[in-house]
């Protein structure tokens, strides 16, 4: 069987992007995270196995990174080197991904949206 991408949604802040892998109880959830990439793999409740692999637009510092699994999605805060530069796109590409969108649940004009930011991280710490 092939495998699969998993939908992702992404959204910027100033000093993060986040990304969130949509899987339905997911289980080997392996998230490889470098400088200038993400490797996500998983499978599914039907046991399909996803693998999703991006080069980032720019440089992010993956030793202040971190993820967090819940019941429906695997959400990487993936912590920017150059922090109040905005991404305008998550890719290194300008090719948009099928399953590949833009979270506008969750994406603002950040300007000034520090605190609201780090309040976010904290509680997905939790």
């Not at 046991?47 to 990174?65: P, R, T």
């Not at 999605?73 to 969108?101: G, M, Q």
Request: net charge negative; glycine share 4%; hydrophobic share 35%.
């Amino acid at each position: 069987m092939a495998r699969q991408h998993a939908q992702t949604l992404w959204y910027d802040r100033p000093k993060y992007v986040f990304i969130k892998f949509c899987v339905e109880d997911s289980t080997d959830v392996k998230v490889l995270l470098d400088d200038h990439r993400i490797v996500f793999s998983c499978k599914n409740g039907d046991g399909v196995e996803l693998y999703n692999e991006i080069e980032f637009y720019a440089k992010v510092n993956s030793k202040d990174s971190q993820d967090k699994r819940t019941g429906r999605t695997i959400t990487c805060f993936v912590r920017k080197w150059k922090e109040k530069v905005a991404w305008p796109r998550l890719t290194k590409e300008d090719i948009k991904p099928v399953w590949l969108s833009v979270d506008f649940d969750n994406w603002r004009d950040w300007e000034g949206d520090e605190e609201a930011e780090l309040a976010h991280v904290e509680h997905y710490a939790e």
